[in-house]
C-alpha cells in the first residue's frame, strides 16, 4: 500500500475487554515496530518483527500483550484483559529494512473506561 | 545507555520566521533521525541522517557525529510547520531506536 495503515483509528473499550489493533504495513517492508505513546511524551518501543519473526519483545508491558504477524505483513497487537493504564496512542511503524527510514501509520488511540 | 536530548522544548514564532532545533546524544550512532508529529498526531519522517547535511524543501538537517549532535532547519515557517519535533538515535537499527522528548512547535499566523 501507499503508506503504513492501522485500524481501528479509535477504540473505546470497558476494562477487562479484549481489544486487537491491525496494522498493514508498506508493502514489502521487511521490519515492523510496535510503539506506544502517552499524552505529551515519545513513542515507546513495544516490539520489533523482521518478517514474521518476533525478534524483540521486550517493551511489552505485561503478559496481556501479544504481538503477531504470522504471514510477514500485516500485524496485530493484542491486549487481554484492558486496563485503564492501557489508555495510549499505539503506532505501528515499518521500514524497509531494520536501518533505513521509518515509516509510521496514524496510531490507534485506544481509550479504556 | 544513549541519552538524547532536544532544544528548546517548546518555541513560538511568527509565521515567516526560521528555526534551529538541536539534537544531542550521548554517545555515537549511527542512525539518526527527525520526525514531525503534526497536531492530529501523525508522525512523518522528515531526514534519515546519521551524518552530513540534507535539503527537503525549506527544511534542512545537518548531522556532525563526531560531535554528537544534529541540527534541524525550518526556514519561511508555514503555520503548517507547527507539532512537535522528535530526533531518534540509535547504533545500526530502527530496532530499538531512542527517542528525544521532542520540541513543540507553534506558528502563529
Known amino acids: 500500500g501507499a503508506g503504513v495503515s492501522q485500524s481501528p483509528r479509535y477504540k473505546v473499550a470497558k476494562r477487562g475487554q479484549d481489544v486487537a489493533l491491525r496494522c498493514d504495513p508498506i508493502?514489502?517492508?521487511?521490519?515492523l515496530f510496535w510503539y506506544q505513546q502517552a499524552l505529551g511524551q515519545g513513542p515507546e518501543f513495544l516490539t520489533y518483527?523482521?518478517?514474521?519473526?518476533?525478534?524483540?519483545k521486550s517493551g511489552l508491558p505485561s503478559d496481556r500483550f501479544f504481538a503477531e504477524r504470522p504471514e510477514g505483513s500485516v500485524s496485530t497487537l493484542k491486549i487481554q484483559r484492558t486496563q485503564q493504564e492501557d489508555s495510549a496512542v499505539y503506532l505501528c511503524?515499518?521500514?524497509?529494512?531494520?536501518?533505513?527510514?521509518?515509516?509510521f501509520g496514524s496510531g490507534t488511540q485506544l481509550s479504556v473506561l | 545507555g544513549i541519552q538524547v536530548e532536544q532544544s528548546p522544548p517548546d518555541l513560538i514564532l511568527q509565521e515567516g520566521a526560521n528555526s534551529t532545533l538541536r539534537c544531542n546524544f550521548s554517545?555515537?550512532?549511527?542512525?539518526l533521525q527527525w520526525f514531525h508529529q503534526n497536531p492530529w498526531g501523525q508522525l512523518i519522517n522528515l531526514f534519515y541522517?546519521?551524518?552530513?547535511?540534507k535539503q527537503n524543501g525549506r527544511l534542512s538537517a545537518t548531522t556532525v557525529a563526531t560531535e554528537r549532535y544534529s541540527l534541524l532547519y525550518i526556514s519561511s515557517s508555514q503555520t503548517t510547520d507547527s507539532g512537535v519535533y522528535f530526533c531518534?538515535?540509535?547504533?545500526?537499527?530502527?530496532?530499538?531506536?531512542?527517542w528525544g522528548a521532542g520540541t513543540k512547535l507553534i506558528i502563529k499566523p
Open positions: 531518534a538515535v540509535g547504533r545500526d537499527s530502527n530496532y530499538q531506536l531512542i
Open positions: 554517545d555515537s550512532v549511527n542512525n
Open positions: 541522517i546519521p551524518s552530513g547535511t
Open positions: 508493502s514489502g517492508h521487511v521490519s
Open positions: 518483527f523482521q518478517n514474521e519473526a518476533q525478534l524483540d
Open positions: 511503524a515499518s521500514s524497509p529494512l531494520t536501518n533505513e527510514k521509518l515509516f
